[in-house]
């Protein structure tokens, strides 16, 4: 998702009898549903999935609002264009909530921009794809901010707090998100054959990779269960995955468009849509760094911190100076 | 591109509380990072009142809080459970009185 390649310190699951008596107090505090706070005692390991996750997640908000800044300035009216802005200014925001949320576990703030900046990070394998047509911003608000709250839905209940918290507050604003996506898909669709056609090219372009935000398939997913031991994930890849096609097929058919995959089909015996395989040599791929614009989203994330040095260190100037004139009066 | 954490000294760490409507108490929303009380205040309209989630920002520099340690919940905090006499359920009245 946000976070797809989540790497807990080890690929095994621990059982009781790998863990000291601390660590049985704090998975029999887990299994209460207790949540774990920032103070509170927490094992190295769950610490360090939890800054890898959130951080994740914080960049990808950030690394998110670049695909979609690409067309505030042309969005084909004003009222398109102020609720463009409004979203990307929600993304912005939910990177923040989670940064701050990163931050109770003590990595600080720059150092979490520093490994994005340098690549040691990840963000999310999405936003590694280019808004070609304003169709493609409709498009990412109806199939990535829909496959974006699937996820995030069940993390709100994740058993550590201040990311539960940074949760609800991104649930809350994100249904928008996909709202406004919808309705310029639906408006698109609705339009002139060339509108209809530009909205079906989005689909076909943002389908596929859309399906890959889940992360990879649950048997090579070997980091899942410690983290579902943990609650810091509810939910397999492939659950949510399911529960996306399900949801957003009938969505598809209600504008009237096609969804680019020979092979879906109801499964009346499951009550499922059967779907296509996913080429996952493609996921790795744009998550190793060479998908279509990895070099230009991280180009942009670079030039805005060092092009911004001047205006931080302006304020850090005129903090340092107001507090030198109070000390004087 | 200068690594981000080669900036002097990053930039205190603001803790945010939010009044949502007149008659309840500011509560805590969750932190950013400014350089100095005033500017945290425009951050904190910023990011956490986009929404009209408030009716007036609080924000406090979180080295100045003290804390209680988890540690110490048990002696904090453990009394209490044994003074159930404090809850008004505690006492039976009878039912001829009614209401108390």
């Known amino acids: 998702m946000y976070a797809q390649e989540v790497k807990t310190p080890s690929s095994r699951l621990r059982s009781r009898s790998d863990m000291c008596e601390q660590e049985c107090a704090f998975q029999d505090k887990l299994d209460a549903g207790t949540k774990i706070e920032p103070k509170d005692w927490m094992p190295d390991a769950y610490r360090k999935t939890l800054v890898r996750q959130i951080s994740q997640h914080a960049h990808s908000e950030i690394v998110g609002q670049l695909p979609e800044g690409n067309w505030i300035t042309r969005a084909p ?26 931050e109770t576990l003590g990595v600080s703030r720059d150092d979490m921009t520093a490994d994005l900046l340098s690549g040691r990070a990840k963000y999310s394998s999405i936003f590694n794809y280019p808004t070609l047509t304003w169709a493609d911003v409709g498009a990412i608000g109806w199939l990535v901010d829909g496959a974006a709250i699937m996820n995030q839905v069940p993390l709100q209940r994740c058993s ?63 980091h899942s269960a410690q983290s579902m031991a943990w609650g ?3 939910d397999s890849n492939d659950e949510l995955r399911q529960k996306f096609v399900d949801q957003t097929v009938p969505q598809s058919d209600f504008l009237g468009l096609k969804i680019p995959d020979p092979d879906l089909i109801w499964n009346d015996d499951e009550q499922h849509y059967d779907f296509g395989a996913i080429d996952w040599h493609e996921f790795y791929d744009v998550i190793a760094g060479n998908g279509p614009c990895n070099a230009e989203r991280l180009g942009a994330r670079c030039n805005a911190w060092s092009e911004g040095a001047w205006y931080r260190e ?9 507090r030198l004139d109070r000390k004087a009066a | 591109m200068s690594g981000a954490s080669s900036s002097a000294s990053p930039w205190p760490l603001w803790e945010v509380f939010i009044r949502g409507q007149a008659g309840i108490s500011h509560r805590h929303v969750g932190s950013l990072h400014a350089a100095d009380a005033e500017t945290a205040l425009c951050n904190a309209r910023d990011v956490y009142t986009r929404r009209g989630e408030g009716v007036s920002i609080w924000v406090v520099p979180s080295a100045a809080i003290l804390a209680t340690d988890p540690d110490d919940h048990d002696q904090l905090f453990d009394a209490a459970q ?11 009245v009878p039912e001829e009185i009614g209401h108390m």
């Open chain 1, 77 to 102: 009216t004003l009222e398109r264009k102020a609720i463009l802005l409004a979203k990307v200014q929600d993304e912005a925001g939910h990177g923040l909530y989670l940064y701050c949320a990163a």
């Open chain 1, 160 to 222: 550590y707090g201040p990311y539960a918290r940074a949760m609800v507050r991104v649930c809350k604003e994100e249904s928008f998100h996909q709202r406004q996506g919808f309705d310029i898909m639906r408006v698109l669709a609705n339009g002139t054959e060339a509108q209809r056609a530009m909205a079906q090219d989005a689909l076909d372009r943002w389908w596929w990779p859309s399906l890959m935000m889940f992360g990879p398939p649950d048997d090579a997913s070997v």
């Open chain 1, 232 to 234: 810091i994930k509810q």
């Open chain 1, 314 to 322: 302006g304020l850090k100037a005129h903090s340092d100076k107001q």
């Open chain 2, 82 to 92: 044994s003074k159930i006499y404090r809850h008004p359920s505690f006492f039976e």
